[in-house]
């Protein structure tokens, strides 16, 4: 599952991807195959964190169990 990171939070990406033209049109970051196409991998802080992402328009993204 994708997350937004925010500073002191964190948002179900139909939070803050709805207004955004990159995303797919239920307004969910566009994810495929593992891979998130309107971002880019941002590398993990360690084994024990998810894979992060950062969208083009600025956000930290996790990918969370």
Not at 16 to 28: I, K, Y
């Amino acid at each position: 599952m994708l997350v937004i990171l925010m500073e002191d939070r964190v948002l179900p990406p139909c939070q803050v991807c709805q207004g955004c033209l990159l995303a797919d049109r239920n307004g969910q970051p566009r994810w495929h195959h593992g891979k998130l196409d309107c971002g880019h991998a941002v590398g993990k802080l360690s084994d024990k964190h998810p894979n992060r992402y950062e969208c083009m328009m600025g956000f930290s993204i996790a990918d969370i169990d």
